[in-house]
Protein backbone atom coordinates (compact mmCIF):
# COMPACT_ATOMS: atom_id res chain seq x y z
CA UNK A 1 0.00 0.00 0.00
CA UNK A 2 1.05 3.57 -0.61
CA UNK A 3 0.84 6.22 1.73
CA UNK A 4 2.10 9.19 -0.33
CA UNK A 5 3.99 10.39 2.92
CA UNK A 6 5.71 12.84 0.91
CA UNK A 7 2.55 15.03 0.55
CA UNK A 8 1.51 16.61 3.53
CA UNK A 9 -0.46 19.57 2.61
CA UNK A 10 -2.77 17.06 0.69
CA UNK A 11 -2.92 14.92 3.28
CA UNK A 12 -4.01 17.39 5.99
CA UNK A 13 -6.38 19.43 3.53
CA UNK A 14 -7.99 15.80 3.09
CA UNK A 15 -8.10 15.16 7.09
CA UNK A 16 -9.74 18.93 7.44
CA UNK A 17 -11.85 19.48 4.98
CA UNK A 18 -12.25 16.08 2.59
CA UNK A 19 -11.68 13.02 2.89
CA UNK A 20 -8.20 10.79 4.10
CA UNK A 21 -7.08 7.63 4.30
CA UNK A 22 -4.24 6.04 6.42
CA UNK A 23 -2.30 3.01 6.67
CA UNK A 24 -2.78 1.75 10.48
CA UNK A 25 -1.82 -2.05 10.12
CA UNK A 26 0.66 -1.36 12.39
CA UNK A 27 -1.26 -0.68 15.10
CA UNK A 28 -2.33 -3.32 17.59
CA UNK A 29 -5.63 -5.24 17.30
CA UNK A 30 -6.31 -8.22 19.56
CA UNK A 31 -9.38 -10.91 19.33
CA UNK A 32 -10.95 -11.51 22.72
CA UNK A 33 -12.66 -14.74 22.77
CA UNK A 34 -14.89 -16.38 25.46
CA UNK A 35 -17.89 -15.35 27.25
CA UNK A 36 -15.98 -13.80 30.33
CA UNK A 37 -14.02 -11.84 28.01
CA UNK A 38 -15.80 -8.55 28.51
CA UNK A 39 -16.37 -8.66 31.83
CA UNK A 40 -12.83 -9.30 32.76
CA UNK A 41 -11.78 -6.19 30.78
CA UNK A 42 -15.11 -4.02 32.90
CA UNK A 43 -12.88 -5.08 35.88
CA UNK A 44 -9.90 -3.45 34.68
CA UNK A 45 -11.00 -0.59 32.57
CA UNK A 46 -12.87 2.50 33.30
CA UNK A 47 -15.54 2.29 30.68
CA UNK A 48 -18.34 0.12 31.30
CA UNK A 49 -17.86 -3.04 28.34
CA UNK A 50 -20.95 -5.62 29.90
CA UNK A 51 -24.22 -5.20 28.37
CA UNK A 52 -23.11 -4.55 25.07
CA UNK A 53 -24.40 -5.34 21.88
CA UNK A 54 -23.51 -7.02 18.84
CA UNK A 55 -21.93 -4.51 17.12
CA UNK A 56 -21.03 -1.52 19.61
CA UNK A 57 -17.81 0.03 20.04
CA UNK A 58 -16.69 1.03 23.41
CA UNK A 59 -13.79 3.10 23.82
CA UNK A 60 -12.19 2.14 27.46
CA UNK A 61 -8.78 3.33 29.14
CA UNK A 62 -6.94 0.06 31.19
CA UNK A 63 -5.68 1.58 34.41
CA UNK A 64 -3.28 0.54 36.89
CA UNK A 65 -3.98 0.27 40.89
CA UNK A 66 -2.72 3.76 41.30
CA UNK A 67 -5.10 4.52 38.44
CA UNK A 68 -2.29 5.50 35.36
CA UNK A 69 -2.68 4.67 32.15
CA UNK A 70 -2.17 1.03 31.04
CA UNK A 71 -3.48 1.41 27.64
CA UNK A 72 -6.35 3.27 25.49
CA UNK A 73 -8.14 0.54 23.98
CA UNK A 74 -11.68 0.24 21.38
CA UNK A 75 -13.77 -2.13 22.00
CA UNK A 76 -15.36 -3.85 19.67
CA UNK A 77 -17.99 -6.79 20.17
CA UNK A 78 -18.55 -8.92 17.37
CA UNK A 79 -20.96 -11.31 19.56
CA UNK A 80 -21.49 -13.10 22.81
CA UNK A 81 -18.26 -14.41 23.03
CA UNK A 82 -16.13 -12.70 20.80
CA UNK A 83 -14.42 -9.40 20.50
CA UNK A 84 -11.85 -7.13 18.78
CA UNK A 85 -9.79 -4.75 20.80
CA UNK A 86 -7.63 -2.27 18.86
CA UNK A 87 -4.83 -0.71 20.69
CA UNK A 88 -2.38 1.57 19.92
CA UNK A 89 1.17 0.92 18.28
CA UNK A 90 2.93 -1.75 19.83
CA UNK A 91 0.28 -2.13 23.03
CA UNK A 92 -0.69 -5.28 22.26
CA UNK A 93 1.14 -7.43 23.98
CA UNK A 94 1.21 -5.11 27.53
CA UNK A 95 -2.75 -5.46 26.77
CA UNK A 96 -2.65 -9.29 26.41
CA UNK A 97 0.21 -9.90 29.19
CA UNK A 98 -1.90 -7.54 31.61
CA UNK A 99 -5.41 -9.19 31.06
CA UNK A 100 -3.85 -12.61 31.10
CA UNK A 101 -2.17 -11.45 34.29
CA UNK A 102 -5.52 -11.19 35.99
CA UNK A 103 -7.11 -14.07 34.30
CA UNK A 104 -7.99 -16.91 36.80
CA UNK A 105 -9.34 -19.57 34.84
CA UNK A 106 -12.37 -17.43 33.36
CA UNK A 107 -13.59 -18.49 29.89
CA UNK A 108 -11.60 -16.06 27.81
CA UNK A 109 -8.36 -16.01 25.27
CA UNK A 110 -6.65 -12.53 24.20
CA UNK A 111 -4.69 -13.09 20.98
CA UNK A 112 -3.05 -10.36 19.10
CA UNK A 113 -4.11 -10.55 15.41
CA UNK A 114 -1.75 -7.57 14.49
CA UNK A 115 0.46 -9.14 12.32
CA UNK A 116 -2.51 -11.20 10.27
CA UNK A 117 -5.07 -8.57 9.71
CA UNK A 118 -4.95 -5.04 8.65
CA UNK A 119 -6.12 -1.30 9.48
CA UNK A 120 -7.24 1.48 6.90
CA UNK A 121 -8.70 4.66 8.66
CA UNK A 122 -11.05 6.85 7.33
CA UNK A 123 -11.03 10.25 8.07
CA UNK A 124 -12.73 13.65 7.44
CA UNK A 125 -15.93 16.04 7.36
CA UNK A 126 -16.72 14.09 3.74
CA UNK A 127 -15.86 10.29 4.70
CA UNK A 128 -19.79 9.91 3.21
CA UNK A 129 -18.31 11.24 -0.33
CA UNK A 130 -16.64 7.24 -0.60
CA UNK A 131 -20.43 6.47 -1.38
CA UNK A 132 -19.20 2.78 0.68
CA UNK A 133 -21.99 2.06 3.84
CA UNK A 134 -20.55 3.89 7.13
CA UNK A 135 -21.86 2.50 10.73
CA UNK A 136 -23.21 5.28 12.84
CA UNK A 137 -21.08 6.49 15.78
CA UNK A 138 -20.06 4.04 18.29
CA UNK A 139 -21.14 1.24 15.99
CA UNK A 140 -19.41 -1.50 14.16
CA UNK A 141 -20.69 -2.96 10.38
CA UNK A 142 -19.32 -5.27 7.90
CA UNK A 143 -19.40 -4.44 4.50
CA UNK A 144 -17.48 -4.83 1.08
CA UNK A 145 -14.74 -2.83 -0.32
CA UNK A 146 -13.75 -3.83 -4.22
CA UNK A 147 -15.02 -7.09 -3.45
CA UNK A 148 -13.36 -7.87 0.27
CA UNK A 149 -15.49 -8.40 3.23
CA UNK A 150 -14.25 -5.61 5.79
CA UNK A 151 -15.52 -4.80 9.21
CA UNK A 152 -16.19 -0.49 9.65
CA UNK A 153 -15.74 0.64 13.06
CA UNK A 154 -16.80 4.12 13.70
CA UNK A 155 -14.41 5.48 16.42
CA UNK A 156 -15.13 9.09 17.97
CA UNK A 157 -12.53 10.19 19.97
CA UNK A 158 -10.16 10.64 22.03
CA UNK A 159 -8.36 11.54 18.75
CA UNK A 160 -10.02 12.72 15.27
CA UNK A 161 -13.11 11.23 15.00
CA UNK A 162 -12.43 7.69 12.71
CA UNK A 163 -13.49 4.83 10.26
CA UNK A 164 -11.64 2.07 11.09
CA UNK A 165 -11.49 -0.18 8.17
CA UNK A 166 -10.86 -3.67 9.57
CA UNK A 167 -9.03 -6.27 6.90
CA UNK A 168 -9.43 -9.99 8.50
CA UNK A 169 -6.65 -11.20 5.79
CA UNK A 170 -3.86 -9.12 5.28
CA UNK A 171 -2.87 -10.10 1.45
CA UNK A 172 -6.31 -8.19 1.25
CA UNK A 173 -5.37 -4.95 2.14
CA UNK A 174 -3.86 -3.56 -0.80
CA UNK A 175 -7.44 -4.17 -2.60
CA UNK A 176 -9.23 -2.06 0.32
CA UNK A 177 -6.94 0.29 0.20
CA UNK A 178 -7.34 1.13 -4.11
CA UNK A 179 -10.39 0.41 -3.66
CA UNK A 180 -10.13 3.52 -1.07
CA UNK A 181 -8.21 5.65 -3.56
CA UNK A 182 -10.61 4.95 -6.27
CA UNK A 183 -13.43 5.87 -4.47
CA UNK A 184 -11.93 9.48 -3.57
CA UNK A 185 -10.07 8.64 -0.69
CA UNK A 186 -6.41 11.11 -0.21
CA UNK A 187 -3.50 9.06 0.97
CA UNK A 188 -2.60 10.94 4.44
CA UNK A 189 0.50 10.69 6.97
CA UNK A 190 0.72 10.12 10.54
CA UNK A 191 2.64 13.54 10.43
CA UNK A 192 -0.24 15.44 9.12
CA UNK A 193 -2.79 13.99 10.94
CA UNK A 194 -0.71 14.59 14.65
CA UNK A 195 -0.75 18.21 13.05
CA UNK A 196 -4.29 18.16 12.87
CA UNK A 197 -5.10 16.66 16.45
CA UNK A 198 -2.32 18.74 18.14
CA UNK A 199 -4.32 21.83 16.18
CA UNK A 200 -7.56 20.89 17.96
CA UNK A 201 -6.22 20.40 21.46
CA UNK A 202 -6.86 16.25 21.07
CA UNK A 203 -4.81 13.83 23.13
CA UNK A 204 -2.32 11.50 21.09
CA UNK A 205 -1.53 7.82 22.11
CA UNK A 206 2.13 7.70 23.32
CA UNK A 207 2.13 11.45 23.84
CA UNK A 208 -0.53 12.37 26.31
CA UNK A 209 -1.69 9.23 26.97
CA UNK A 210 0.76 7.31 28.78
CA UNK A 211 1.19 5.45 31.52
CA UNK A 212 2.42 8.92 33.64
CA UNK A 213 -0.93 10.20 32.94
CA UNK A 214 -4.41 9.43 34.66
CA UNK A 215 -7.48 9.58 32.18
CA UNK A 216 -8.94 12.35 33.73
CA UNK A 217 -5.54 14.89 33.29
CA UNK A 218 -4.90 12.64 29.73
CA UNK A 219 -8.55 14.33 28.32
CA UNK A 220 -10.08 11.04 28.59
CA UNK A 221 -12.84 11.75 30.98
CA UNK A 222 -15.97 11.30 28.19
CA UNK A 223 -14.21 7.52 28.67
CA UNK A 224 -14.92 7.12 32.32
CA UNK A 225 -17.87 5.58 33.87
CA UNK A 226 -18.53 7.01 37.16
CA UNK A 227 -21.24 4.98 38.18
CA UNK A 228 -20.00 1.53 36.71
CA UNK A 229 -18.64 0.41 40.45
CA UNK A 230 -15.12 -1.10 41.17
CA UNK A 231 -11.97 -1.33 38.65
CA UNK A 232 -8.63 -1.58 39.15
CA UNK A 233 -7.64 2.28 39.61
CA UNK A 234 -10.94 3.04 40.57
CA UNK A 235 -10.90 4.14 43.83
CA UNK A 236 -7.86 6.59 42.75
CA UNK A 237 -9.59 8.78 40.00
CA UNK A 238 -12.98 8.74 41.72
CA UNK A 239 -10.95 10.62 44.75
CA UNK A 240 -9.19 12.75 42.35
CA UNK A 241 -12.65 13.57 40.19
CA UNK A 242 -14.64 14.12 43.66
CA UNK A 243 -11.84 16.34 45.65
CA UNK A 244 -10.79 18.28 42.58
CA UNK A 245 -7.29 16.78 43.11
CA UNK A 246 -5.61 17.33 39.71
CA UNK A 247 -2.01 18.67 39.73
CA UNK A 248 -1.37 19.64 36.70
CA UNK A 249 -3.68 19.65 33.31
CA UNK A 250 -2.89 19.59 29.55
CA UNK A 251 -2.36 23.15 27.95
CA UNK A 252 -1.43 24.58 24.54
CA UNK A 253 1.99 26.33 23.99
CA UNK A 254 2.70 29.12 20.97
CA UNK A 255 6.33 29.64 20.57
CA UNK A 256 7.43 33.17 20.97
CA UNK A 257 10.64 33.35 18.83
CA UNK A 258 9.03 31.26 15.95
CA UNK A 259 11.13 28.30 17.24
CA UNK A 260 10.22 24.77 16.89
CA UNK A 261 9.85 23.34 20.20
CA UNK A 262 10.39 19.72 21.29
CA UNK A 263 8.17 16.76 22.60
CA UNK A 264 9.43 15.44 25.59
CA UNK A 265 11.35 18.39 26.91
CA UNK A 266 10.66 20.07 30.08
CA UNK A 267 9.02 23.68 30.90
CA UNK A 268 10.43 25.61 33.28
CA UNK A 269 9.02 28.96 35.52
CA UNK A 270 12.18 30.46 36.84
CA UNK A 271 14.48 27.61 37.99
CA UNK A 272 11.75 25.14 39.13
CA UNK A 273 10.62 22.23 36.48
CA UNK A 274 6.21 23.36 36.27
CA UNK A 275 5.86 20.96 33.28
CA UNK A 276 6.72 18.93 30.33
CA UNK A 277 5.99 19.21 26.32
CA UNK A 278 3.86 16.20 25.13
CA UNK A 279 3.38 17.21 21.49
CA UNK A 280 5.18 19.73 19.39
CA UNK A 281 4.43 20.34 15.72
CA UNK A 282 4.67 22.96 13.41
CA UNK A 283 0.76 24.34 12.77
CA UNK A 284 -0.23 24.69 9.14
CA UNK A 285 -3.46 26.49 9.76
CA UNK A 286 -1.58 28.86 12.50
CA UNK A 287 1.81 28.71 10.05
CA UNK A 288 3.40 28.65 13.62
CA UNK A 289 5.25 26.25 16.34
CA UNK A 290 2.92 24.86 19.23
CA UNK A 291 2.64 22.56 21.41
CA UNK A 292 0.91 20.47 23.83
CA UNK A 293 1.82 20.01 27.55
CA UNK A 294 0.85 19.50 30.81
CA UNK A 295 1.31 22.18 33.24
CA UNK A 296 0.92 22.70 37.21
CA UNK A 297 -2.31 24.18 37.46
CA UNK A 298 -0.31 26.84 38.87
CA UNK A 299 0.94 28.02 35.76
CA UNK A 300 -1.95 27.22 33.67
CA UNK A 301 -3.18 30.90 33.43
CA UNK A 302 -3.44 32.16 29.35
CA UNK A 303 -1.11 34.35 28.74
CA UNK A 304 1.65 32.76 31.35
CA UNK A 305 5.47 32.44 29.46
CA UNK A 306 7.09 29.65 30.56
CA UNK A 307 10.65 28.70 29.82
CA UNK A 308 11.34 25.72 27.00
CA UNK A 309 14.17 24.41 26.36
CA UNK A 310 13.63 25.82 22.96
CA UNK A 311 12.94 29.27 24.62
CA UNK A 312 10.19 31.11 25.82
CA UNK A 313 6.74 29.98 25.16
CA UNK A 314 2.76 31.09 26.08
CA UNK A 315 0.28 28.85 27.58
CA UNK A 316 -3.34 29.07 25.15
CA UNK A 317 -5.92 27.30 26.07
CA UNK A 318 -6.72 24.50 23.90
CA UNK A 319 -8.27 24.01 20.93
CA UNK A 320 -5.52 26.24 19.40
CA UNK A 321 -8.33 26.66 17.14
CA UNK A 322 -10.19 29.08 19.50
CA UNK A 323 -7.09 30.48 21.18
CA UNK A 324 -5.92 32.57 17.97
CA UNK A 325 -7.19 33.69 14.66
CA UNK A 326 -4.72 32.83 12.32
CA UNK A 327 -2.43 35.89 11.35
CA UNK B 1 1.84 -18.89 81.40
CA UNK B 2 -0.27 -19.10 78.76
CA UNK B 3 0.15 -16.39 75.94
CA UNK B 4 -2.20 -14.11 74.72
CA UNK B 5 -0.81 -13.27 71.70
CA UNK B 6 -2.64 -14.02 68.68
CA UNK B 7 -0.51 -17.35 67.06
CA UNK B 8 1.06 -16.33 62.98
CA UNK B 9 -0.28 -18.23 60.11
CA UNK B 10 1.86 -20.34 58.63
CA UNK B 11 3.45 -19.36 55.29
CA UNK B 12 2.30 -22.78 54.18
CA UNK B 13 -1.41 -22.68 54.91
CA UNK B 14 -4.55 -21.03 54.96
CA UNK B 15 -6.05 -20.75 58.46
CA UNK B 16 -10.41 -19.99 59.12
CA UNK B 17 -11.21 -19.40 62.52
CA UNK B 18 -13.50 -21.59 64.77
CA UNK B 19 -15.97 -18.55 64.39
CA UNK B 20 -15.75 -18.34 60.19
CA UNK B 21 -15.67 -21.85 59.84
CA UNK B 22 -18.67 -22.16 62.34
CA UNK B 23 -20.47 -19.38 60.17
CA UNK B 24 -19.68 -20.90 56.87
CA UNK B 25 -21.59 -24.43 58.34
CA UNK B 26 -24.57 -22.80 59.55
CA UNK B 27 -24.86 -21.43 55.73
CA UNK B 28 -24.16 -24.94 54.41
CA UNK B 29 -26.91 -26.62 57.25
CA UNK B 30 -29.60 -23.62 55.77
CA UNK B 31 -28.89 -24.65 52.35
CA UNK B 32 -29.58 -27.80 53.51
CA UNK B 33 -26.19 -29.35 51.93
CA UNK B 34 -25.13 -32.83 53.26
CA UNK B 35 -21.63 -32.23 52.21
CA UNK B 36 -19.61 -29.48 51.42
CA UNK B 37 -16.10 -27.32 51.66
CA UNK B 38 -15.92 -23.84 51.27
CA UNK B 39 -13.77 -22.77 47.85
CA UNK B 40 -11.56 -20.26 48.75
CA UNK B 41 -10.44 -17.79 45.77
CA UNK B 42 -9.16 -14.76 43.95
CA UNK B 43 -10.19 -13.65 40.36
CA UNK B 44 -9.09 -10.37 38.69
CA UNK B 45 -11.24 -7.34 39.35
CA UNK B 46 -11.92 -4.92 42.33
CA UNK B 47 -9.82 -1.34 43.11
CA UNK B 48 -6.56 -2.99 43.77
CA UNK B 49 -7.13 -5.47 41.04
CA UNK B 50 -7.52 -8.98 43.04
CA UNK B 51 -10.94 -9.89 44.92
CA UNK B 52 -11.16 -12.58 47.42
CA UNK B 53 -14.06 -15.26 46.02
CA UNK B 54 -15.63 -17.47 49.12
CA UNK B 55 -18.38 -20.22 47.94
CA UNK B 56 -20.04 -22.92 49.67
CA UNK B 57 -19.52 -26.34 46.95
CA UNK B 58 -19.91 -30.01 47.51
CA UNK B 59 -16.60 -30.83 46.32
CA UNK B 60 -13.30 -29.97 45.48
CA UNK B 61 -11.95 -29.31 41.75
CA UNK B 62 -9.33 -31.26 40.33
CA UNK B 63 -6.79 -28.90 40.99
CA UNK B 64 -7.66 -27.52 44.29
CA UNK B 65 -5.43 -27.88 47.48
CA UNK B 66 -7.31 -29.47 49.77
CA UNK B 67 -6.78 -27.38 53.47
CA UNK B 68 -8.66 -28.86 56.69
CA UNK B 69 -9.29 -26.44 59.89
CA UNK B 70 -12.36 -26.62 62.55
CA UNK B 71 -13.80 -29.66 61.03
CA UNK B 72 -14.34 -27.61 57.70
CA UNK B 73 -12.49 -28.47 54.07
CA UNK B 74 -10.92 -25.36 52.38
CA UNK B 75 -10.55 -26.00 48.25
CA UNK B 76 -8.13 -23.51 46.98
CA UNK B 77 -7.32 -23.28 43.44
CA UNK B 78 -3.57 -23.73 42.63
CA UNK B 79 -3.53 -20.03 40.67
CA UNK B 80 -5.17 -18.47 43.48
CA UNK B 81 -3.00 -20.47 46.30
CA UNK B 82 0.15 -18.16 45.34
CA UNK B 83 -1.89 -14.98 46.52
CA UNK B 84 -3.65 -16.34 49.27
CA UNK B 85 -0.84 -18.51 51.49
CA UNK B 86 -0.45 -17.48 54.99
CA UNK B 87 -3.86 -15.66 55.23
CA UNK B 88 -6.36 -16.54 58.28
CA UNK B 89 -10.13 -16.12 57.29
CA UNK B 90 -12.09 -14.40 60.46
CA UNK B 91 -15.58 -13.19 60.85
CA UNK B 92 -16.75 -10.26 62.05
CA UNK B 93 -20.39 -10.21 63.51
CA UNK B 94 -22.79 -7.86 64.90
CA UNK B 95 -24.29 -4.41 63.81
CA UNK B 96 -21.50 -2.61 62.46
CA UNK B 97 -19.39 -6.59 61.64
CA UNK B 98 -17.60 -7.00 58.39
CA UNK B 99 -18.65 -10.32 57.53
CA UNK B 100 -15.76 -12.67 56.68
CA UNK B 101 -12.37 -10.84 56.88
CA UNK B 102 -9.08 -11.63 55.31
CA UNK B 103 -5.92 -10.97 56.37
CA UNK B 104 -3.52 -11.48 54.02
CA UNK B 105 0.63 -11.40 54.42
CA UNK B 106 0.76 -11.02 50.28
CA UNK B 107 -1.24 -7.80 50.14
CA UNK B 108 0.80 -4.83 49.46
CA UNK B 109 -2.19 -2.74 48.99
CA UNK B 110 -5.85 -3.27 50.19
CA UNK B 111 -9.01 -1.19 48.70
CA UNK B 112 -11.19 0.91 51.16
CA UNK B 113 -13.52 -1.93 51.04
CA UNK B 114 -11.49 -4.53 52.37
CA UNK B 115 -12.44 -6.79 49.38
CA UNK B 116 -9.91 -6.41 47.15
CA UNK B 117 -6.17 -6.74 46.86
CA UNK B 118 -2.59 -6.00 44.91
CA UNK B 119 -0.04 -8.66 45.47
Redesign the interface.
Given at each position: MSSSLDNFDAGYDALSTGVAILDRSHMGRVVASGGDALDLINRFSTNETTGLADGDVVVTVLTSEIGRVIELITVVRRSATESILLTGLDAEDTVVEWLDRYNFGEDCDFAVSTATSAQITISGPKATDLGINLPEPGRDITSEIDGVGVEIVAISGPSLASYEVLIDEKSQASKVWDGLVAAGGVPTSEDAFDVLRVELGLSGRSSEISNEANPLEAGLLPYVDFDKGCYMGQEVIARLDTYNKLQRRLVGLLSDSGTALSADSSLKAGDREVGRITSAVTSRSLGRPIAMAYVRNAHTEPGTVLESVNGPVEVVELPFAAAVTPG | MVSTSKPAIPANTIYITEKAASKVKQYAVRDDMKTFGLKV??????????EYVLDIVEGPQDDDKIIEHHGLELYV?K??YIFLAGTELDFSDGLNGKGFVFTNPNAT?T???GD?F?A
Open positions: - | AVKGGGCSGLPKSRCGCSS
